[in-house]
C-alpha cells in the first residue's frame, strides 16, 4: 500500500503555520479530539426517554384517543379537560376502533 500522498498531507499541515506557534496539524488533531470524545461521551450516558412522560387517554367529550402529557392531560382534538387514562391495550383497541368509524 502506498502512503505516501498521506504522509505528504501531514508534513503540509505541519508545515502550515496557524500562529503562536500552532500548526495546522494541531487544529486538525484537536478537533478531531473533540469529535472522538463527544461520541464517547454521548454513548456512555443514558439514551434519554422522551415518553415518560405521555400517557394514553380518551376524551369523554369528543372519544379522542391518543397520548397526551400527564402534566396538562387536555385533549388535543377539542382542547376538553374531560380525559380519562386507559391502559395501552385499551388504548390500541379504541384506535382501531376510531379509524374504522372514520371509513
Same mark, same amino acid.
Given at each position: 500500500?502506498?502512503?505516501?500522498?498521506?504522509?505528504? %498531507? &501531514?508534513? *503540509?499541515?505541519? +508545515?502550515?503555520? &496557524?500562529? /503562536?506557534?500552532?500548526?495546522?496539524?494541531?487544529?486538525?488533531? +484537536?478537533?478531531? +479530539?473533540? &469529535?472522538? $470524545?463527544?461520541?464517547?461521551?454521548?454513548? %456512555?450516558?443514558?439514551?434519554?426517554? =422522551? =415518553?415518560?412522560?405521555?400517557?394514553?387517554?380518551?376524551?369523554?367529550?369528543? $372519544? *379522542?384517543? /391518543?397520548?397526551?402529557?400527564?402534566?396538562? =392531560?387536555?385533549?388535543?382534538?377539542?382542547?376538553?379537560?374531560?380525559?380519562?387514562? &386507559? =391502559?395501552? !391495550? !385499551? +388504548? !390500541?383497541?379504541?384506535?382501531?376502533?376510531?379509524k374504522a368509524r372514520k371509513r
Amino acid at each position: 500500500m502506498n502512503f505516501d500522498p498521506i504522509y505528504d %498531507l &501531514i508534513d *503540509w499541515l505541519n +508545515a502550515t503555520q &496557524i500562529g /503562536g506557534g500552532l500548526t495546522l496539524f494541531h487544529l486538525v488533531m +484537536a478537533v478531531l +479530539a473533540i &469529535i472522538i $470524545g463527544y461520541s464517547i461521551v454521548k454513548g %456512555l450516558l443514558p439514551a434519554g426517554k =422522551k =415518553k415518560d412522560y405521555l400517557i394514553d387517554v380518551m376524551c369523554n367529550d369528543c $372519544g *379522542w384517543v /391518543g397520548q397526551v402529557s400527564k402534566f396538562t =392531560k387536555v385533549c388535543q382534538q377539542c382542547k376538553s379537560l374531560a380525559v380519562r387514562m &386507559i =391502559k395501552p !391495550e !385499551e +388504548a !390500541e383497541v379504541a384506535k382501531r376502533r376510531q379509524k374504522a368509524r372514520k371509513r
